[in-house]
């Protein structure tokens, strides 16, 4: 009688863990590091792809800061140079690597911002370039609500998941809209 009970324990113990694991998978499903939606009120505004490059024009939503996603949608991991143009020579570059398959955010206040785009090469420091539009996937949060701390020109976000972004991003103080 006692393996009898024993058995039907250990059959409960056997449901019970299969029944823990499956509400995980469900509860982190959104965490998925594949997700390639933007997120939600993120949009396909503010930038353009030309001649290989990426283009954000942060002032064409009206707003004093813009807060832009950019996913690396390749395997590999994508630098991004900042082409500047007569500026000062006191003025800092906003250069970046986004790892393969993650996002990051970029928050700025610049009338334009121009960047090229690169992958790690042997042959060279900076990188063989590459086309912006086959490597990133590109949004912008049109309406976002900056605290007085935390405006200016800064990658806030460096490589995370898309819902880990948006993490760091309310974390930093930002409140997208």
Known sequence: MNTNISYRFSWYKVVLAFMVLSLSNIAFAGDDENDVRNPLGCLDVGYEFELKTLSLFPKEAGTRNSLYFIRN????????????QGDSSLSMFLNHDIHPNRWAVLSTCEQEVKYICTVDDRKSKYGKIVDCADNLQVCEF???RFGLNNRGNHWIVNSNTRNG?????VRYGIIPQ
């Open 165 to 169: 972004a948006v993490r760091e991003v």
């Open 142 to 144: 049109a309406r976002v």
């Open 73 to 84: 949608k390749s395997n590999q991991r994508v630098n991004l140079y900042q082409m500047r």
